[in-house]
């Protein structure tokens, strides 16, 4: 449908397109968006953004607060006292190598539903943790927001880019 994402400040979040974007860039008061069938008051956006910012910022906040995933190998992994960790023949493995799990680094270990939707299915593991870090581009934006989630997670993130994958 459009390109862009109006945040509200009640936490409401929807979709427009480019042409309604600029409209509100020149008007006030009430505003129609056509394509969602929505009218707001313009004093109500706290921000307007891309469709990739936003999905970038999506991923941000779903990590803050993320407490499993799985691995780029297949193991089911958790947060333990705030470190990754996985279970193996019932002993807990805390994390600590970002050369082996570089994911745990970026801070984008998949969620369950993703890793079945999306990573699952490709069967080499070095094309699939491709997959899962994304776009050096995209590594790079989310070490540039890190500020918000902390000063640790922004750590992992300058010792992950030294990586070479």
Request: glycine letters at 6%; one cysteine or more; a neutral charge.
């Amino acid at each position: 449908m459009g390109n862009y994402f109006v945040k509200l400040m009640n936490g409401s979040v929807f979709e427009i397109t480019q042409s309604e974007r600029n409209d509100v860039a020149v008007r006030n008061g009430l505003l129609y968006f056509p394509s969602c069938d929505r009218t707001i008051n313009s004093a109500s956006i706290t921000e307007i953004v891309s469709a990739y910012d936003y999905e970038i910022d999506r991923m941000l906040d779903k990590q803050k607060n993320q407490k499993e995933g799985v691995l780029h190998d297949g193991k089911y992994a958790y947060k333990h006292f705030g470190e990754w960790a996985f279970d193996e023949d019932g002993t807990r493995y805390i994390i600590s190598d970002p050369s082996e799990y570089p994911e745990i680094s970026a801070n984008c270990v998949p969620t369950k539903l993703e890793w079945e939707t999306k990573y699952k299915k490709i069967a080499d593991r070095a094309e699939r943790l491709k997959a899962i870090l994304g776009t050096f581009q995209d590594i790079t934006k989310r070490i540039d927001k890190m500020s918000a989630i902390g000063q640790d997670d922004f750590k992992r993130l300058e010792n992950f880019k030294r990586l070479k994958i």
